[in-house]
Nanobody, 124 residues
Framework: QVQLVESGGGLVQPGGSLRVSCVAS????????MGWYRQAPGKQRELVAT???????YYAESVKGRFTISRDNAKNTVALQMNSLKPEDTAVYYC??????????????????WGQGTLVTVSS
């Protein structure tokens, strides 16, 4: 099973920047898509950005032009560079990964794995 550990959260002022990172470890066949989600107080968890193994990227409209997602397949890491931060970006940021599982006779599928999250607070 893959384990995901986030880091880099903290307190920043509006307009500031922060980079959160996630490292995948453990025993697993491979990882497909990876991404970042966030959950603000009193709100549902929402998708922020995803990046496929091949490098295809998706951003939520609210973060386009401000956030950049990247990954290193060799090191099994994914990062999110956050610039021009706004108070509404305040949330716990969660790393997500699709872990491949299965066998040749049963076929291969993916299961979602989540990190414990890292808190990002944007405030003056």
């Amino acid at each position: 099973q893959v384990q995901l550990v986030e880091s880099g959260g903290g307190l920043v002022q509006p307009g500031g920047s922060l980079r959160v990172s996630c490292v995948a470890s453990g025993n697993f066949i491979s990882i497909n898509d990876m991404g970042w989600y966030r959950q603000a107080p009193g709100k549902q968890r929402e998708l922020v950005a995803t990046i496929s193994k091949g490098g295809s990227i998706y951003y939520a409209e609210s973060v386009k032009g401000r956030f950049t997602i990247s990954r290193d397949n060799a090191k099994n890491t994914v990062a999110l560079q956050m610039n021009s931060l706004k108070p509404e970006d305040t949330a716990v940021y969660y790393c997500n990964a699709e872990e491949e599982y299965g066998s040749p006779d049963r076929g291969y599928r993916y299961v979602e794995r989540w990190g414990q999250g890292t808190l990002v607070t944007v405030s003056s």
